[in-house]
């Protein structure tokens, strides 16, 4: 049985791609070492707290703090990889030409959903940033910011994917699926 058709572009090898990538490989490395922070901080918690019983103040705060970090930074890489979460059984029924500008659509909602909400989160921080953390005493809009961050990111990365295609192994992967 054949693969179906790709249904995005396959990525050129340009400047920009390999620009993006590198960026993109920065970032999941810079969100290994969140999750890495958050899962050591969370293993001393729980050998202070039912080892030695005793806790340590404001820890809930700094893993809650990297976590939203990560999630935020994690979405944008997504998008470049092609991991991102989506339901494709309607552009995998569709013929081949139709599907590529299905995606190309796709990205063009992502970019406009995410432009959407840096510009409402940037008017919320300035609403609410100003307010402090209630045990690191740490101003909110340290946290906050993540969000347009993570959002400018998404558009950036599918920026590229219009620009540059899809990965080929995540459309390999898709093609795997799709036999499965």
């Known amino acids: ?7 995005q572009p ?9 620009v993006m990538r590198r960026f993109a490989s920065l970032l999941e490395n810079l969100i290994a070492a969140l999750i ?7 293993l001393a918690l729980v050998i202070l707290r039912y080892v030695f019983s005793i806790g340590f103040a404001g820890a809930e705060e700094v893993m809650r703090f990297l976590f939203v970090y ?11 990889r092609g991991e991102h979460i989506r339901i494709s059984v309607l552009v995998d029924a569709l013929p081949s030409a139709i599907a590529v500008w299905l995606n190309r659509l796709r990205h063009c909602l992502v970019m406009l959903f995410n432009g ?11 609403q609410v940033g100003r307010f402090r ?13 993540s969000v347009p961050i ?3 990111l998404v558009i950036l ?10 990965r080929p192994s995540a459309q390999r992967e898709d093609a795997q699926e799709g036999q499965a």
Do not use: H, K
């Not at 049985?1 to 249904?7: Q, R």
């Open 10 to 18: 396959m990525a050129e090898d340009t400047a920009l791609m390999r």
């Open 36 to 42: 890495a922070a958050v899962f050591l901080l969370c």
């Open 150 to 152: 993570g959002a400018l």
């Open 1 to 7: 049985m054949n693969p179906p058709p790709l249904a």
């Open 133 to 145: 953390s209630a045990v690191l005493d740490v101003p909110n809009w340290v946290v906050q910011i």
């Open 116 to 126: 959407y909400l840096a510009w409402l989160s940037i008017s919320w921080i300035g």
């Open 157 to 166: 990365f599918s920026l590229a994917v219009l620009v540059g295609g899809e």
């Open 70 to 80: 990560s999630t935020a930074l994690g979405a944008s890489v997504a998008i470049l």
